[in-house]
Structures are given as C-alpha cells and as structure tokens.
C-alpha cells in the first residue's frame, strides 16, 4: 500500500523551532512561529481563561456528544463579537471548528459542493497554509497582486485590477485585519472600494479572521468585516480564537456563513455540518466553552478585554520603539512601515541570504521572506535587532 509514497517535506517552521532550540547562544532571538510572547518569552494562559476553566470543571456535568454544529452558545456568542450588537444578523450562521483552520477547510469543502468550478484568489503573499488547505478541497487557486516589497506597502491598483476580472465563479480569500504575513492592510475606504467591487463583479468574500483584537482594538478590527455583512449578499467567515483568546491548542474557532437570505444561509448550514460530521464528526468541546463562559459573563469578558489590550498594546509599542530606533540607526524612513504595520508579523527587506546572514551571525531567526513576530521581541532585543539588520543589509 506505501511503497510508492514520498516523504511529505519537512515543514519549514518546525525545523526552524528545532534549530533555534539547538542554538546554545544565550543571546538568540526567536522572531519565528506565529504564537504571541509576552516580555519573559512566554505564551501565558489569560487569566479569564484559566477562571473560566474553573467554573467550566465546576459546572460541567457530562461529556456527551455535543454534535456537528458544536456549542451554540459559543455559535451565537462569536457572531456577536465579529459584528457587533447594531447589525442585522438574520443571514449569518456559524458552526463550531477545530481551530480557524478547520473553519478554513470547512468553508472549503462547502464552497466546492456549491460550486464545483470555482476559483479562489489568494493574496501574494498569503498564509502558506491557505495553499494545501484550498488544494485539498478540490478548488482552483488562484493569486492576486497584494504586497510590494519596494514600499512595504499594498500594491492596491494592482489588487483591484486583477479582482476586476472575477466574477461569480470566483472566491477572494481576504484577511480581515492583521494580515499575515506583511503586516499591510487596507484603509477603511480602500476596504470600501473592495466591497462596492465584490458586488459590481459577483465575486464572493472569503475572510480569513484570525487576528480579531490584534490590530487596532475589538471594534475596529471588525470595521471591515462589518463593512463586508452590510454591503455584500454572500460572504463566508473563518473565525479563530487561537490567538486572541490565546488557546491554540483547543482547536477553537468557527465557520461563519452570510448568505442572501435567512432560508438560504440555513440551506448552506445545514450542509456545511454534513461536511463535518464526514469528516471529524464534531468540533472538541472545551475551547468553545471557555470562550463562550467568558463572552457571556460581562466581569470574565471585561477581564479578557483588558488583557487583549495588554497584549496589542505591548505589539504596538515594540513596533513604535523598533521603527524609531532604526529611523535612528539609518537616518531614513525606510522602516517607518513597522510603526504603521498591524498585527503580530510584518515582512523584514531582506534576502534570503540575509535572513541566513540573521541566523549564523546574530541567532536572530525570522522565516523565509523576511516575515518576522513582533511579539518574539522584547524592549532589550530591539538595540541589537536593529544593529544586525542594518550589518547584513550593508
Ligand atoms: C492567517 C491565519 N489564518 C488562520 C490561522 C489558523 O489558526 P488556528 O490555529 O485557529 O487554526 C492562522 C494561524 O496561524 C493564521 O495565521
């Protein structure tokens, strides 16, 4: 049966977190994986978690089966956080996930059941996983020009040229906010632009959501997606709580559906939860949970807030401090876009053999194409992040 099967490749972050764990250098940098650090290094359990978990062990009776659709509180409960209390949600419908990525494949699957010769543009660059995720549902894939490495920036004419040429047949994966893995994001009214084209065209929104809270704040990283459920007839949402609830191994998240009327939405539910039961039947339980005891209780809720806000803030002043120490170190603007940049990662000007320059010479490690985590610095690391890019950028 596996005689013919090659090794998979080796994933590249992993090797990466192996290599940097071999490192004896005490002074190495770890600029790597896509998990949030705070000031010691660490990835530490919120407190709102930890408390939920509590009265979740106190108060949970049974471990029956939940079934496909998951924990309905947690379904409604997340609606509500993406948009907001003032909104018509009578077309949007969620089902529980493993994690954002199993929103991903599920919305996948579903979208190829519904239309078996679409396409799906991704953003060049785009999450590496959004590639096989795509692939393995059976979707054409597609990319859209999107980043420019001369300005750091969006390469927006060029973004709406080529989505110019979709059409009904055609699906655009869109990250939400915090763009992964540059940093850029639209402006509010570029945002516009995008929904007032998604419906001359037809073309249907797929957003990527995995950064809810990392930007700007609650509200306004929803700004867009918000935007997206009032202006647009069809849209479909991947939510993840890995990261804002910081609970990455719990494999929570959600598949968020908006369709053109509630019968229709119920339709496409209903079908999405028989691709579910198909596959891992039903989502784990705790995650879902935790973040459903936390957003229904205003005390536990307002605790969780506080401490995302901790968590952005800290982002925001580590990317202020390193674009002002390296406006310093190069007397040029040429870094500004940090400071401006969302999010946990932004995209380093450097070659490949730069970045390898990083990690023989320095033990600063950052992945390919120069996307490194924001929150992997620390105020004492930002002098000598600073001083290394400047050395191997000559
Ligand atoms: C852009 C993007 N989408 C989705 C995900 C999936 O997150 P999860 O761990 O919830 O599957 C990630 C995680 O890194 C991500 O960066």
Known sequence: ??????????????????????????????????????????????????????????????????????????????????????????????????????????????????????????????????????????????????????????RFDAMMETLKTCGPNDIVMLHGCCHNPTGANPSFDQWKEIAALANARGFLPFVDFAYHGFGDGLEEDAAAVRLLLEQVPEMVLASSCSKNFGIYRERTGAAVIIGPNAERADVVLSQMASVARGNYSMPPDHGAAVVRIILEDPTLRNTWENELDTVRNRMLSLRVALADTLRSKTGTDTFDFVAHHRGMFSRMPVTDEQIDRLQSEFGIYMVGGGRFNVAGLRDSVIEPFADALVAVRG
């Open 1 to 154: 049966m596996f005689e013919q099967l090659q090794a998979a490749p080796p994933d590249k972050i992993l090797a990466l977190i192996g290599k940097f764990k071999d490192d004896p250098r005490s002074d190495k940098i770890d600029l790597g994986p896509g998990i949030y650090k705070d000031q010691n290094g660490e990835t530490p359990v919120m407190e709102a978690v930890r408390e939920a978990e509590q009265r979740l062990f106190q108060s949970q009776t049974s471990k029956a089966y939940v079934g496909s659709y998951g924990d309905e509180g947690f379904n409604s409960a997340i609606c509500s956080l993406i948009f907001g209390g003032a909104l018509d949600t009578s077309r949007v419908r969620a089902i529980q996930t493993p994690g954002g990525t199993g929103a991903l494949r599920l919305l996948a699957d579903t979208l190829k059941m519904a239309n078996p010769s679409a396409k799906i543009w991704l953003s060049d660059p785009t999450w590496p996983n959004h590639v096989p995720i795509a692939k393995a549902a059976g979707l054409e894939v597609a990319s859209y020009p999107y980043f420019d490495p001369a300005t750091s920036g969006l």
